[in-house]
């Protein structure tokens, strides 16, 4: 069974700060590899998706992410993060043989200070 | 675009009541999903539908059931409700017979079990 663990629980940054938020996974297998943000009070949202080539993936609203096999590793980065980006982030996985079920990680709490 | 539409938003039910969640996924979306998101937790996997069969099972307890229909829309029938079922229900649809299709949320069903 797959598994994923996100390092940062709560992450607080000022407007304008760089973002980077851990992400790794567990799987003896190939999977697919995925960001969700909820804002408050809202569903989640992805904001991208990793299945095969580039490993360096971009996103909406100025997100990338980048996969790194060797370390088991899909950290989500931002250069400069908006007071608007106050959400929690989800890294998620998927299995190429099981379907498109995916396994959250615990998440992430991003406040964006003025 | 046409998104999720899970209904009811919120409900409030007392223990050992029943509650039912329905979930109607975006057009020709073939495949549904359910998750449940306690307070502060991660989204867990409950359950997964392709063409209206059971696709995946996951921590589902025994005392819910879910079926998905012949439009495709979804039901979790919930009984004998406890007050740890009290959580954010999310519903996801997607492209089953489409590899690698992305699951696309709905905005839950916030369930307050007293």
């Known amino acids: 069974a797959q598994s994923v663990s996100q390092h940062n629980h709560h992450v607080i940054l000022s407007e304008a700060a760089s973002l980077e938020l851990g992400c790794n996974y567990s799987?003896?297998?190939?999977?697919?590899l995925f960001w969700y943000v909820q804002y408050p009070g809202q569903h989640l949202q992805l904001l991208l998706k990793?299945?095969?080539?580039?490993?360096l993936v971009k996103g909406i609203k100025g997100f990338e992410a980048e996969f790194i096999k060797s370390k088991f590793s899909f950290n989500l980065r931002k250069p400069s993060v908006q007071w608007s980006d106050t959400a929690e982030y989800f890294c998620?996985?998927?299995?190429?043989?099981?379907?498109?079920?995916?396994?959250f990680g615990t998440g992430t709490q991003l406040k964006v200070e003025l | 675009a046409a998104g999720v539409i899970q209904s009811p938003r919120h409900l409030i039910k007392e223990k050992r009541e029943t509650a039912t969640l329905k979930c109607y996924p975006i057009?020709?979306?073939?495949?549904v999903y359910w998750y449940q998101q306690g307070p502060g937790q991660d989204p867990q996997f409950l359950i997964s539908?392709?063409?209206?069969?059971?696709?995946d099972k996951g921590s589902i307890p025994d005392r819910f059931s879910a079926q998905q229909f012949s439009d495709y829309h979804s039901e979790l029938n919930m009984s004998s409700l406890e007050l740890g079922d009290s959580a954010l229900y999310f519903c996801?649809?997607?492209?089953?017979?489409?590899?690698?299709?992305?699951?696309?949320f709905g905005n839950g069903t916030r369930l307050t079990v007293t």
């Open positions: 996801a649809s997607s492209l089953g017979g489409t590899y690698n299709s992305p699951l696309h």
């Open positions: 998620a996985v998927s299995s190429t043989g099981g379907g498109n079920k995916l396994t």
């Open positions: 057009p020709r979306h073939d495949t």
């Open positions: 799987y003896g297998g190939t999977v697919n």
């Open positions: 539908f392709y063409e209206k069969m059971q696709s």
């Open positions: 990793y299945f095969s080539g580039d490993p």
